[in-house]
Structure formats: structure tokens, C-alpha cells
């Protein structure tokens, strides 16, 4: 119970809270920033090939472009967090209730299902709730959403590999055979296959921002001790998404994306 207050006290401590919130909202512009002023150069490239009246046409066609890309790191970034609130509350539960051992241990594999489909309903709502999302269609979200399975993959690595936690090992598997699983599948077309592959190429540099961002941020609060290790790895890296998506969600309130485009 001293522990449970100690770990309050510290994580709702408002100025380290707020200072870390400063290095996540900072990390978040520039992360926005590259994405567009590379759609933009890219753009620029793609005019200089075109006439004058499929240029026109092309920046009307383009003008949402920017918030497209901002919306689709969004998503990124949601459903990532969303796998992770299930999986932090998967390890607490494996970690610090062992009275429903016996009952853990038969039916542990079936509550990971669960919590992997709560997840997707948990995206869902953060794409209502925090910020609504009207400029991504429906097969860009699905492909940001298995991409966002290889960025899990990721974190259980680091996990795995930087602390030496062998107890994400079982999770490292799930989360490839779930990741090989939307790939091939009883019925699978050679045309399904590439549209997928295609997809996921199209939103990778989406992948690499977000572990360039959630890496800046994790180092940044390992090392001023704002996040801890001892309640779980997994855990403050959660906590370092959740304020990923406060971000997020104070970009999109305050209109500064709009300003900035």
C-alpha cells in the first residue's frame, strides 16, 4: 500500500508531470514538422513534371494532405497505446495478484485474446474522444493499426533484450504470430497480400517518427528518474504514451497544427 502511494505521489507530481509533458509536446511538433515539410518537398517534386492546369488541380485534390498525415501518426499513436494499457494491466496482474494464480495460469492465454480485442475497441474511442479523426479512411486505419503490432514487437524487444526481462518471451512470439497471421491467413489472395504489403511500405516512415519519438521520450525519462523501472518496464512506457497522447490531444485543442500549416 506505501508503494501504491509512493508511485501516485511521484507520477502526479505536477512539475516533474510538467516538465515531462514540455519534452512530449516538443518531441511531438518536431515529429510533425519533419513528416510535413517532407510531404511537402515531395509535392514540390511532383509539380515540376506536371502542367499548369494539373497543378491547380493536384493542390485542390492535396490541400488536406498535411492533417492526413498528421491524423494517420495519430492513429499510430492511439492504437499503440491502446495494446500497451492491455498489456501493462496484463503484467500487473501476472506481477501483483497472485491469489487467482491457479486461475491465471489456465486461462492467461485466452485474457491476452480478450485484452487484444478490448484494444481495438479502445482505439476506437480514442479516435472519437481525444480526437476525432475525419481525414483517414478505413483501410489507411487498418494498415496503421498492423503496423502499429510491429511497433509493439519493437518495445517487448527492447524490453527483452536492454533488461534482460525474460518474461516478455512468450509475449514476443504472440505478438509475431499475430503480426504473420494478417499476412497469411486460410483464404489469403496473392492481390490481398500486396495491397497489405503495400499499405504498411506506404506508412513506414510513420513507424520509424514514432520509435525515433517514443525513444527520445523513454531515454528522456529513465535518465531524470521520472519513470521507474520498478513498476514494470511495460508500465512506464505506457505512461510515456499516455502523455504522447495528452500531446496530442493539446495540438489538436489548441489549434496549433492548423496555425502551423
Known amino acids: 500500500m506505501i508503494m501504491d502511494t509512493y508511485y501516485i505521489e511521484h ?5 516533474n508531470a510538467g516538465s515531462f509533458l514540455l519534452v512530449s509536446f516538443s518531441g511531438l511538433f518536431a515529429v510533425l514538422a ?3 515539410l517532407f510531404a511537402k518537398e515531395k509535392q514540390k517534386k511532383k509539380r515540376r513534371n506536371m502542367s499548369q492546369e494539373y497543378i491547380v488541380s493536384d493542390m ?3 490541400g488536406t494532405q498535411p492533417v492526413r498525415i498528421a491524423e494517420s501518426f495519430y492513429e499510430l499513436v492511439f492504437s499503440s497505446t491502446s495494446v500497451l494499457f492491455f498489456l501493462a494491466l496484463y503484467y500487473l496482474i501476472d506481477e501483483y495478484v497472485p ?4 486461475f491465471w495460469t489456465e486461462y492467461r492465454d485466452l485474457i491476452l485474446l480478450v485484452f487484444i480485442v478490448l484494444s481495438v475497441f479502445m482505439t476506437n474511442w480514442f479516435d472519437i474522444i481525444l480526437v476525432r479523426l475525419t481525414h483517414i479512411k478505413e483501410d489507411q486505419k487498418v494498415s496503421l493499426r498492423l503496423l502499429s503490432t510491429f511497433y509493439i514487437i519493437f ?4 524490453i527483452r533484450f536492454i533488461y534482460q526481462d525474460t518474461n516478455y518471451n512468450s509475449l514476443i512470439i504472440y505478438f509475431i504470430s499475430l503480426a504473420i497471421g494478417r499476412f497469411i491467413y486460410f483464404d489469403f489472395t496473392l492481390k490481398e497480400f500486396r495491397n497489405t504489403m503495400k499499405g504498411l511500405a506506404a506508412n513506414v516512415p510513420l513507424l520509424l517518427l514514432l520509435l525515433a519519438y517514443s525513444a527520445l521520450i523513454c531515454w528522456y525519462g529513465f535518465k531524470n528518474g521520472f519513470l521507474l ?3 514494470g518496464v511495460i508500465v512506464s512506457i505506457l505512461i510515456a504514451h499516455l502523455f504522447m ?3 496530442i490531444v493539446v495540438l489538436h485543442k489548441t489549434k496549433l497544427l492548423h496555425l502551423f500549416l
Open 34 to 36: 519533419v513528416m510535413l
Open 229 to 231: 523501472t520498478s513498476n
Open 155 to 158: 518495445i517487448l524487444l527492447y
Open 99 to 102: 491469489y487467482i494464480s491457479g
Open 11 to 15: 507520477y502526479f507530481d505536477l512539475k
Open 60 to 62: 485542390k485534390e492535396n
Open 245 to 247: 497522447d495528452l500531446s
